[in-house]
């Protein structure tokens, strides 16, 4: 089987698992953060390269109170356990999005990870915090106006695709070959809108805490049916 060099995942259905087992929300996505930990180390026993996992988006800071603050605790608690299977499976774990706006801690916690990991030489778990596919192209356009105005940037006529590039948050890793989204909803959700650009998109109706090596390896093998075009002939 071929394995993709990096899968995308969009993970949904916390909320809809914990409704179906009559459980606060909360205990989905607790459940959402045990298939996650399972994901990595199925990722990295397959041979994965790169996976990079929707975590946290910046829509949603718009959920209740509650549901944001359960959130901030299971990743407070999550990133210590992730530390751990990080070192475990050879991961080394990278974080896009706009983490300022996280509690300090929180912060501290995923710099440490990243730190501590920066040398494996395994799978690159890329988590997406506070992410948002606009969020970053914009924070991109800002960064590359800001090097014109000092000079760092003198040539309008450089700044094509591959120049651009560098200035979003995934430089300088590969784009996805796969996206995987759980419980079957059709979007990408302001999900790296640039980079899924020539992505096979693959969707399941799994809810995201069911999703276990059998649904990974059911996504690759459909990925292996799949004629990759890239635009060209
Ligand atoms: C998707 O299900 C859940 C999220 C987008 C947020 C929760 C993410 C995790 C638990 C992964 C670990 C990340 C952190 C930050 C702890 P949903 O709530 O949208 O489900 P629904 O559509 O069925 O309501």
């Not at 356990?81 to 706009?98: F, H, T, W, Y």
């Amino acid at each position: 089987m071929n394995i993709p060099n990096h899968i995308a995942i969009i993970l949904d259905g916390n909320g809809r698992w914990a409704k179906k087992k009559n459980l606060p929300r909360a205990m989905g996505h607790k459940a959402g953060c045990e298939a996650l930990e399972k994901t990595v180390e199925n990722c990295a026993r397959l041979g994965v390269k790169y996976l990079t996992v929707y975590g946290f988006s910046t829509e949603n800071w718009k959920r209740s109170k509650e549901e944001v603050s359960a959130l901030m605790q299971l990743f407070r608690f999550y990133m210590k356990r992730l530390l751990k299977i990080a070192s475990e499976n050879n991961v080394r774990v990278k974080m896009i999005g706009d983490k300022s706006k996280f509690d300090k801690d929180i912060i501290e916690g995923v710099d440490k990870l990243v730190e501590t990991t920066k040398n494996n030489t395994g799978l690159t778990f890329v988590f997406a915090i506070n992410y948002g596919a606009r969020d970053e192209i914009t924070r991109a356009v800002r960064d590359l106006l800001n090097d014109y105005k000092s000079g760092k940037v003198s040539d309008i006529e450089n700044v094509d695709e591959s120049f651009f590039e560098k200035y979003l948050d995934t430089y300088p890793d590969p784009d996805p070959d796969l996206l995987i989204r759980t419980s079957g909803e059709l979007r990408i959700s302001n999900y790296l809108l640039w980079q899924i650009a020539y992505s096979e998109i693959y969707v399941t109706d799994v809810l995201w805490p069911d999703f276990d090596m059998a649904e990974l390896e059911n996504a690759i093998t459909a990925y292996n049916k799949r004629e990759r075009r890239f635009g060209g002939r």
